[in-house]
């Protein structure tokens, strides 16, 4: 397999280049490195930061008011839930709150035909 050409006519590189490759060294150690960094947990903040910080974040007073009852929801289901989901619960939130275009009083308003 050492500097073989393969059928579409590239050359596939020896495990000996790549292992002696200085930059395929390097692109290692970084990797190593990013993976050692992205198993330390992210700094812990209570249900309250969070809701204080998306009441921040709102773009509007009835966004804002939508925070607490939100939170509340996310907080009950996150024990039922994996971590990876409740992240992705907590971004979501962050999202629809700070989106200037989302407007939930005229989105729920029954339509004036029915």
């Not at 020896?14 to 692109?27: D, G, V």
């Not at 989901?85 to 989105?107: H, T, Y």
Request: net charge negative; charged share 25%.
């Amino acid at each position: 397999m050492i500097g073989e050409v393969s059928r579409r006519g590239w050359r596939m590189p020896s495990i000996r280049r790549l292992l002696r490759s200085p930059r395929e060294t390097q692109h290692m150690a970084e990797q190593k490195a990013i993976d050692f960094l992205g198993s330390e947990p992210l700094m812990m903040f209570t249900w309250g930061e969070l809701e204080e910080e998306l009441s921040f974040l709102a773009a509007s007073d009835v966004q804002r008011s939508l925070v607490p009852t939100l939170v509340s929801a996310t907080r009950k289901q996150a024990s039922f839930l994996p971590k990876a989901q409740v992240l992705r619960e907590i971004l979501c939130l962050a999202w629809v709150i700070a989106d200037e275009e989302f407007q939930p009083g005229l989105q729920e308003a029954p339509h004036p035909d029915s």
